[in-house]
């Protein structure tokens, strides 16, 4: 079969939708499934991302980075880097071997800008998140 040349875009777009996650009336047959306890859990391990969420956004905030679009569901974050700072594959490089902090480059994301950005896992525990900070500000000054 082949698609008309200015359905493609939209074509893949949809796709994308439709195999990225769950449809919405998947996800309300799996939660109408699920046990009081179930729940339970799933509301105590959102208020845990949340927690962790927060904790990130405000370190990376006080060492220098910025962060114009604050998650909502996520488990990471996606920070600008201070304008001291070198490129995102640089400056993750150099995370990595200097401080033993992996974080992603935003350019594995996406093209506009990307090169200013990093992405950052909020899925580890709050200590080693907050030593990861800690870390990053000694890279930072």
């Known amino acids: 079969m082949v698609v008309p040349e200015p359905a493609v875009d939209p074509l893949i777009r949809l796709a994308q939708n439709l195999f990225i996650c769950p449809s919405v009336v998947a996800q309300t047959a799996a939660v109408a499934a699920f046990s009081p306890e179930a729940i339970a859990e799933a509301d105590a391990r959102s208020t845990e991302l949340n927690r962790k969420r927060a904790l990130m956004i405000n370190g990376l905030l006080d060492i220098g980075f910025d962060v114009p679009a604050r998650p909502e ?32 480059p935003g350019t594995d994301f996406g093209e506009y800008r990307t090169e200013r950005y990093v992405r950052l896992s909020c899925a580890q525990p709050e200590t080693l998140l907050l030593e990861a900070i800690e870390r990053l500000r000694g890279l930072v000054e």
């Open 73 to 104: 569901g996520a488990f990471y974050v996606f920070a600008r880097l201070p304008e001291s700072m070198p490129d995102a594959e640089v400056f993750c490089q150099r995370s990595l071997e200097e401080v033993g902090v992996a974080v992603t």
